[in-house]
């Protein structure tokens, strides 16, 4: 049972520590958000295509706080879990919490391209990465080694040669609403090309410290105020707060009727956050592997499995703002079963 005295009384002993959590979490979001604004205008001033910008700024920008609480967390060593926990909650709220409040604003269509080869392929990947993380699990080191972070690693870069060699048309993608948008953005942004490599470099340093402090204020989170287990705090607070420059971006596109924008941004950070972040966080120090978190892996399948069937009941291929109860409710759900594991009710 918790007692709430004693997390009282923790807190206030390391109320520091807690402070710090609370500014690097601030400081991830607002670096990130810096950060992805200063590389659309770098890559629009080196006439890099709107298609690349959509995968590589938003899919990959919007998992930079993931992956560098992932990387200070591997650096810092004994904080497999923790790392896990960042990785696996982040994709559960991604694609339950942030498509629920996303699907709140407004219906989501789905393409074709989407339902035919974004979707299953984020399926299989996901299959791919519970069945080794089974097999890890039950093997003789319950490592994710840096041989297999290797593998990982080799996955991504396959997977975004693969995407960049035959991007979909413009249409499929709804490439010409995201072009438009991004010049507006640049046209409103109307600064130097130095002054914007300034704000990367500041946003990166924001960022760099951030993930700094919220590695290490969420660990003593879990140890010393919570004493709980890590993967609790990974996934009720860091996890979330990562996962926050993924949810501004899937409410502006949905705004702006971006719908494939918005949905291959989930699911692209979804990849990445699983292959690249947990690749190179193998590569730094080997990830000590919880049985326990393969379940929550379960739960982003069931939610990927849901959208599917839920697009297919209608022939328009739409999902609803009446679904948004269904998908913030599994995440609801979803959290009560982590409550329940860690507290052991």
């Known amino acids: 049972m918790i007692e709430v005295s004693k997390i009282i009384e923790s807190l206030s002993q390391n109320y520091l520590d807690f402070l710090k959590l609370l500014i690097g979490i601030v400081l991830l979001i607002k670096g990130a958000d810096i950060l992805i604004d200063a590389c659309i205008s770098l890559a629009k001033h080196y006439k890099i295509s709107g298609f690349i910008i959509g995968l590589l700024v938003l899919a990959v920008g919007t998992s930079l706080p993931e992956l560098v609480v992932s990387v200070f967390l591997s650096l810092q060593g004994n904080s497999s879990e923790l790392l896990l926990a960042n990785i696996v909650g982040s994709n559960n709220s991604n694609i339950m919490f942030i498509l629920g409040c996303t699907l709140m604003v407004s219906n989501i269509t789905l393409n074709k391209h989407f339902l035919t080869r974004l979707l299953p392929e984020n399926f299989i990947y996901t299959l791919l990465f ?8 039950s093997g003789a080191g319950y490592q994710i080694t840096q041989l297999e972070g290797i593998f990982f690693l080799l996955v991504t870069v396959l997977h975004f040669y693969k995407v960049l060699r035959k991007p979909p048309a413009p249409a499929a993608l709804g490439t010409a609403d995201t072009k438009q948008s991004i010049d507006k953005k640049e046209a409103s942004s109307n600064i130097s090309i130095n002054k914007v490599i300034l704000f990367a470099v500041i946003s990166c340093i924001m960022v760099g410290l951030g993930g700094k402090w919220v590695s290490s204020g969420a660990k003593t989170l879990a140890v010393e105020v919570f004493q709980v287990r890590e993967s609790f705090v990974g996934i009720f607070i860091v996890s ?8 501004v971006t899937s409410v502006k596109a949905a705004q702006r009727n971006q719908s494939d924008l918005l949905l291959g941004s989930l699911v692209g950070s979804n990849f990445f956050n699983m292959y690249a972040i947990g690749g190179i966080s193998a590569v730094l120090s080997p990830i000590v592997v919880e049985l326990n978190l393969g379940i929550d892996i379960l739960w982003n399948i069931l939610a990927l499995i849901l959208i599917f069937f839920l697009a297919k009941f209608n022939s328009a291929h739409i999902l609803k703002k009446s679904y948004s109860l269904i998908f913030i409710g599994l995440f609801a759900f979803y959290l009560f079963y982590v409550f329940q594991r860690s507290f052991n009710f």
């Open 130 to 137: 519970l069945l080794l993380f089974f097999f890890i699990a």
């Open 240 to 247: 979330i707060s990562t996962s926050l420059p993924e949810l």
